[in-house]
Nanobody, 122 residues
């Protein structure tokens, strides 16, 4: 059984930083991809960032470019999201996912974590 478990969410003031982590178990996603989506109350789930293990390419939503950094360890099936200069509009539940690169970008995988809440106060 595949499990993805997120950690690191919390409450932070605008301008602050948080680091999210996700660990996958139950199968290997070696040379696939992992990433993050988020969902704010009343809004659809949206892509945040992804990393493709083959080549180490990273991809970001325009709204987080320059502020968020995705990294991870392919062999350990772990991915991190360093979030700096946080804004109130970053408040959301953040979800980790893993699969082929195309499915991670589109959010069409069935391999999701349960989410971790990030709240940014003004």
């Amino acid at each position: 059984q595949v499990q993805l478990v997120e950690s690191g969410g919390g409450l932070v003031q605008a301008g602050g930083s948080l680091r999210l982590s996700c660990a996958a178990s139950g199968r290997t996603f070696y040379n696939y991809a992992m990433g993050w989506f988020r969902q704010a109350p009343g809004k659809e789930r949206e892509f945040v960032a992804a990393i493709r293990w083959s080549g180490g390419d990273t991809y970001y939503a325009d709204s987080v470019k320059g502020r968020f950094t995705i990294s991870g360890d392919n062999a350990k099936n772990t991915v991190n999201l360093q979030m700096n200069s946080l804004k109130t509009e970053d408040t959301a539940a953040y979800y980790c996912l893993a699969d082929t690169f195309a499915r991670v970008l589109a959010g069409t995988t069935s391999y999701w974590g349960r989410g971790t809440q990030v709240t940014v106060s003004s």
